[in-house]
């Protein structure tokens, strides 16, 4: 089994960024792809950005540009930097792991809430 914990997430204005953590424990090493997924209120949960052990990323074309994920391997943490934050950001992400960017995702964090205001 595979914990993923976020943190980071909050209330900003429109251009303002964010910065969303999430640390993975338990039978990690088996995971080779984490990152993040959102879903806003009546939509489908939809891809953000992922990243593998070797760093390559994949992004959803609404956040190229603006939205950069990193990993740091030691800790098995994951962290999405969310720059020029615009209202239709706003939704919880979710934290994922999979065996690889592309695979299903196996795990899933709890969520945590962005905020952006107008």
């Known amino acids: 089994q595979v914990q993923l914990v976020e943190s980071g997430g909050g209330l900003v204005q429109a251009g303002e960024s964010l910065r969303l953590s999430c640390a993975g424990s338990?039978?990690?090493?088996?995971?080779?792809?984490m990152g993040w997924y959102r879903q806003a209120p009546g939509k489908q949960r939809e891809l953000v950005a992922l990243?593998?052990?070797?760093?390559?990323?994949k992004y959803s074309d609404s956040v190229k540009g603006r939205f950069t994920i990193s990993r740091d391997n030691p800790k098995n943490t994951v962290y999405l930097q969310m720059n020029s934050l615009k209202p239709e950001d706003s939704a919880v992400y979710y934290c994922?792991?999979?065996?690889?960017?592309?695979?299903?995702?196996?795990?899933w964090g709890q969520g945590t809430q962005v905020t952006v205001s107008s």
């Open positions: 990243i593998n052990r070797g760093g390559s990323t």
């Open positions: 994922a792991a999979g065996l690889c960017i592309g695979c299903r995702t196996a795990y």
């Open positions: 338990g039978s990690i090493s088996a995971i080779n792809a």
